[in-house]
T-cell receptor, first 111, second 112 residues
Framework: LAKTTQPISMDSYEGQEVNITCSHNNIATNDYITWYQQFPSQGPRFIIQGYKTKVTNEVASLFIPADRKSSTLSLPRVSLSDTAVYYCLVGSTGTASKLTFGTGTRLQVTL | KAGVTQTPRYLIKTRGQQVTLSCSPISGHRSVSWYQQTPGQGLQFLFEYFSETQRNKGNFPGRFSGRQFSNSRSEMNVSTLELGDSALYLC???????????FGSGTRLTVV
């Protein structure tokens, strides 16, 4: 069962690139890495998912090194509306999957 | 298309009572999972259902149970409520297990 560790909080100015790293030393071979964003009183929102190397979509990039023991969510040019909690999730697509959420990183974006 | 719908949105119950929460997944999604979110413990996995079968269960007491119907809608039941059960209960659905999950807005349960 992969345990994840993230920084508790991060601060950034608007327009900067933000990188949030998640450690998952015990990741299993068939585990995927997924990142979610959560605003207060709302459910988490899917951002990006990857297995290895680099994945990019319209809102973020996900970097996964060869050993897959960590992953980095990169948010380009953040805005005030990106202030939220970001969760790293490691889980398998198999029937024995158990979903583990990280502690979450509270990102505060200011002017 | 409609997202994941959870009802009710807010609920206040008395200690010792039981409660049933409902989750309607996105049309076509067969996997439904439930989570408890509290300020102290963060997001914790409760259980996951796929095609009416419970596939996985988190580390919660037997007072927490759930089920999934043939239309993929799911219910979660908590019996003999305790003050510590006060939390935001989130439901998420996905096409397949382990793929990207879409979360509902949650049910805020307060036990007094």
């Amino acid at each position: 069962l992969a345990k994840t560790t993230q920084p508790i909080s991060m601060d950034s100015y608007e327009g900067q690139e933000v990188n949030i790293t998640c450690s998952h030393n015990n990741i299993a071979t068939n585990d995927y890495i997924t990142w979610y964003q959560q605003f207060p009183s709302q459910g988490p929102r899917f951002i990006i998912q990857g297995y290895k190397t680099k994945v990019t979509n319209e809102v973020a990039s996900l970097f996964i090194p060869a050993d897959r023991k960590s992953s980095t969510l990169s948010l380009p040019r953040v805005s005030l509306s990106d202030t939220a909690v970001y969760y790293c999730l490691v889980g398998s697509t198999g029937t024995a999957s158990k979903l583990t959420f990280g502690t979450g990183t509270r990102l505060q974006v200011t002017l | 298309k409609a997202g994941v719908t959870q009802t009710p949105r807010y609920l206040i119950k008395t200690r010792g009572q039981q409660v049933t929460l409902s989750c309607s997944p996105i049309s076509g999604h067969r996997s439904v999972s439930w989570y408890q979110q509290t300020p102290g413990q963060g997001l914790q996995f409760l259980f996951e259902y796929f095609s009416e079968t419970q596939r996985n269960k988190g580390n919660f007491p037997g007072r927490f149970s759930g089920r999934q119907f043939s239309n993929s809608r799911s219910e979660m039941n908590v019996s003999t409520l305790e003050l510590g059960d006060s939390a935001l209960y989130l439901c998420a659905s996905s096409l397949e297990q382990g793929s990207g999950y879409t979360f509902g807005s949650g049910t805020r349960l307060t036990v007094v």
